[in-house]
Every structure is written in C-alpha cells, then in structure tokens.
C-alpha cells in the first residue's frame, strides 16, 4: 500500500495513475476513468502493475463476474466493494445471448475466444458495456453528457453501453446516409431514455470536427448552464482497457476445466488488432501472473505493427490500405505508447520523446534493449485481404467454422507461426457482421442482390451455412425507429444542447 500526498489530498492506493510522458500528477484509477486522457497528451499508466499479482489459480473455479471483481479490486483499487458490485451487476446482465459470456471453443487443433456474442456482436461490447457504470460511480452524482462522432461501427456499441446509465447521457452524431443499412438500423433503434441520436448532413470527418467544437466552444457554458460536464467514450480510457484483462483470464480458466491444458501451462494468444488495446490488456493479464507464452499480433494489410516488432521501427508514412476488416485499418496505434512505457523499464522522458518523433516525422526507433524486451512478450505476422480470404475458407472447409475477416487475420497468422503450444485465437467478431465478405471468400457473389443489401448476405451465409444469425442482428429488422434526426454541421451544437435539456 502506497500513501501519498496528491495536490494536498491523501491518497492510499496501489495503483496510482500518471501519464506515460511524466510522473507529475499522479491519481486515482476514478479520476484516471473520468479524464481519459492526459493533459499532457499522454496515456495513463500505473507503475503499480508490475508489483501486483492475483492469486489466478484460485480464480480457476470462479464465474466471470468474480473474474471481474478480482482484476478490478486490484486494477481500479479506489473503488469500494460495493461500487464494483454495481458495476459488475449492471454491465453485461440481460444483454448477451449466451450464457457463457465469453465462451471457448474448438477450431481445428486451436481454440476461438468468441467475444462477440454482446449487443453489436463485436468485441468492443465487452469494454463499451463495462465503462459506463464505472465512469457512473467515479462521477459521484455529477452530471455528464458523452458526445461521440462515429463513422458507423463504435456509435452503437457506445449507444447500447451507456443505455440507462446512472447520471449520463449520451449524444451519438453519424453521417447522414453514410452508413451502411445495418449500422443505420443499430443507430436508429437505440434504446434507452438517456440515449440520443441524428444523422448530420455531412462526411465523419465534419461529424467529428463538429463534436470537437463543441467540447472546445461549449463545455463551460453547458456546465455552467445545466451543471452538466461534456466528455467523450475515448478507446484508450483506462475503463476500457481494465475490463479486457478479464476474458484472457476466463479463457484460460475453460481451458483448465475442461481438461484440455493444466493449471501452469504456458499458452499463446493471437490477437487480431490495430489500435493495441486488446493484446495490451493480454499484456496486463501476464503481467498479474496469467501463465502467458506468447502474445501473438495478427495484423492486417496496415501492418504498421508487425513491423514494428520484426525491425524496431514504427513507420506510419505508407499508404493506408482500405481492407476487409476495417476495424483494424489503423496506422497510428494509440495504446502501443503504453506498452513502450512499460517495455522502456517505464521511462517517461523515453516514451515522452519517441511520441515526439511520431508527431513529428511519423515514425520513430526503438533501442535494440526496448526492442529485446517487445520480442520477448510479443510475436507477429499479418494477413493481406487475399490471405484473409483464403483464411475464412480454410476455417469452414477444413474445420467447419464460420470465422468473420478480423479473426481471419488472427486464423492465419496462427496457421504461419504454428507455435506448438496451446494456442487461444481472439475472435473479435460474429461473421454475420461482415456478412458479404464472408460470404464471397466462401461462395463466390450473390446474384441479384444489391451491394449494400447486408440483410440479404446475412440470410444467404445464415442459409447456406445453416448456423443463425445472432438475435442482435436478426432484432434489428423489426425494432422500433427511435431516432429520426437529421441536422446540419452548423446545429450540431443545439441538437446537443436539446439532448441536454431532455
Ligand atoms: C476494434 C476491433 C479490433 C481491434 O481492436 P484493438 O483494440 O485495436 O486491438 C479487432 N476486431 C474488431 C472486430 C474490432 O472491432
């Protein structure tokens, strides 16, 4: 236990948060969750981790939920019992349609952790369901309002997290007739009494300018006026982050119980991913005392870093590749700036000039010692559009699973590097949510069907394949329309007000 003295309060937490560029202010995991990022630029980190560690043997009989309050009792140290209770309670009941949460299960020699089975049949439920009540209790009765731009796929994700949370709301913009059916449909139907919606008449790019500037011309006067602060559901939130740990932990825990690994057995995950926030929570899961061999990136055609790890340096300067798992086309890895702190011996002034480099020059190197220490936690491979293609047809002809193009990047880089050990594959999405991909890497293209028709290639994969489209999916067809706004970039701020008001 650490007590210290933070701006003239008393602090007795383990796990302090600072930015991975400085150690000047120091706070709480509450305080780390309300401000998402730091006023330096820089990610919150907590030192705290490298001495921490659970018991995860005794966790090999415990539910998910006691999973939970064991990563968290230990992650997020000021919040009580009973506020993680809370917490836990409310975040994923009634809203998955398994009743393993996270269930594992066999493809081929491996294993699948299927994360998709929350209310967007993607992964990012299980963060998106879980920051909402933590950022509820870290409020402490204070008001506030989430604002969040989305080019189709986090808006409804964040939309059905934040459904009913205590003390917040949430205001989602999109493109107006820019989305895809499906993710209208997701929008449009939201539930919730705290939830709002509209489409702008503009790109993403004027959806997320005008939400900037609303946060930098509005917040004082929305405070002022309503006592309502204005924040956003940031992707590198440390409550985003935290609840990731969890299902490392619980797909080991099925392993050990089903008899298919003992208890000490050192087993590989491959992780498909972009921005590092999944494979940097396996990180964290190693780091508390998870039997880890190997975190294994899968990227995509943006393979920015898998290079990284096969020669030091992280470039960003390259063509951007539009790839049939566009949840991964990114080229600036946010969360990877904590895994350079903590592969640095968490060296702030080290991490702090490297982002430097980046913002600067778009690229930066690492020391041959940062680079050791990297390689000895990670491995990496990348699958091109084609590979992933082939991916998806080998997983159903050779092991009869239906796997959606993300995890198609994780399939074949696990195929490649054939470690040997128990290998556990992050399945990051249902297929049906990619349904035309899938589809034409299985059958070929579907006659007479409009392209942008996603309705049609789930019912035909569903068809063909004989496995159902999940309820999530299949609901949206007959859901109520909620949300029917449609605004102008210049009223983006009064449709916000009026949600504030409401
Ligand atoms: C966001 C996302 C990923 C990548 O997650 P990271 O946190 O960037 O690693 C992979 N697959 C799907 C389906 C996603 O939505």
């Known amino acids: 236990m650490i007590v210290c003295t933070v701006s003239g309060r008393s602090i007795k937490y383990m796990m302090l948060y600072h930015s991975t560029r400085s150690r000047e202010d120091l706070c709480g995991s ?5 401000k998402g990022l730091c006023g330096d630029g820089g990610l919150y980190v907590s030192d705290g ?18 999973i939970v309050m064991e990563v968290f009792g230990v992650l997020l140290d000021d919040y009580s019992e009973e506020e993680l209770d809370y917490c836990v309670s409310r975040a994923y009941k009634g809203k998955f349609e398994t009743e393993t949460l996270t269930p594992v299960t066999e493809i ?17 439920d299980m963060a998106l369901c879980m920051l909402p009540q933590l950022m509820s209790k870290a409020l402490g009765g204070e008001k506030v309002m989430i604002l969040t731009a989305t080019s189709g796929d986090t808006g409804k994700a964040a939309l059905s997290g934040f459904q009913d949370a205590e003390n917040i709301g949430i205001t989602v913009f999109y493109p107006y007739q820019k989305v895809s059916d499906i993710q209208y449909l ?7 009494g705290n939830v709002h919606v509209a489409a702008v008449r503009g790109n993403f790019d004027d959806c997320q300018t005008g939400v900037k500037r609303i946060f930098a011309e509005k917040t004082g006067e929305i405070r002022e ?7 956003s559901a940031n992707s590198i939130n440390v409550g985003r982050l935290v609840p990731q740990v969890v299902y490392y932990i619980e797909a080991y825990k099925q392993l050990v119980k089903r008899g ?23 990180f964290y899961a190693k780091l508390l005392g998870l039997p880890v061999a190997k975190l294994i990136i899968a990227s995509n055609e943006n393979k920015v870093l898998t290079d990284f790890i096969k020669t030091g340096v992280y470039d960003k300067n390259r063509p951007f590749v539009k790839t049939i798992s566009p949840s991964m086309d990114i080229l600036v890895s946010s969360n990877l700036e904590r895994m350079l702190f903590y592969a640095s011996g ?7 000039g490297l982002m430097k480099e980046l913002s600067e020059k778009g690229r930066f190197e690492v020391t041959p010692e940062v680079l050791a220490a990297l390689r000895e936690v990670f491995d990496c491979g990348f699958a091109s559009n084609e590979e992933s293609r082939q991916a998806i047809a080998e997983a159903y002809r050779k092991d009869n699973r239906l796997i959606d193009p993300h995890t198609a990047c994780g399939y074949k880089v696990a195929e490649e590097l054939n470690t040997g050990r128990k290998t556990v594959i992050l399945s990051t999405a249902s297929p049906f949510k990619f349904a035309k991909d899938v589809y034409e890497a299985l059958f070929g293209t579907l006659e007479g069907t409009d392209e942008a028709d996603g309705f049609a290639y789930m019912n035909a994969l569903s068809e063909k394949t004989g496995e159902a489209v999940p309820e999530a999916l299949e609901s949206l067809k007959t859901k109520e329309i909620r949300h029917r706004s449609v605004v102008d970039i210049d009223k983006m701020a009064e449709f916000a007000e009026s949600c504030i008001r409401a």
């Open 186 to 192: 997701q929008m449009a139907t939201a539930e919730g």
């Open 108 to 124: 081929g020699s491996r294993y699948l952790l299927e994360l998709y089975h929350g209310p967007t049949s993607a992964f990012k």
């Open 260 to 282: 298919a690994i003992s208890f000490g057995e050192k087993i590989d995950y491959v992780v498909p991913t972009g921005n590092f926030g999944d494979i940097l929570a396996g």
């Open 30 to 34: 509450k305080e780390a969750i309300l």
């Open 49 to 66: 981790i490298l001495n921490a560690s659970i018991d995860m043997k005794a966790l090999m009989d415990k539910s998910y939920e006691e």
């Open 346 to 352: 968490c060296d702030c002034e080290y991490v702090a």
């Open 225 to 231: 006026k309503y006592g309502v602060s204005l924040s």
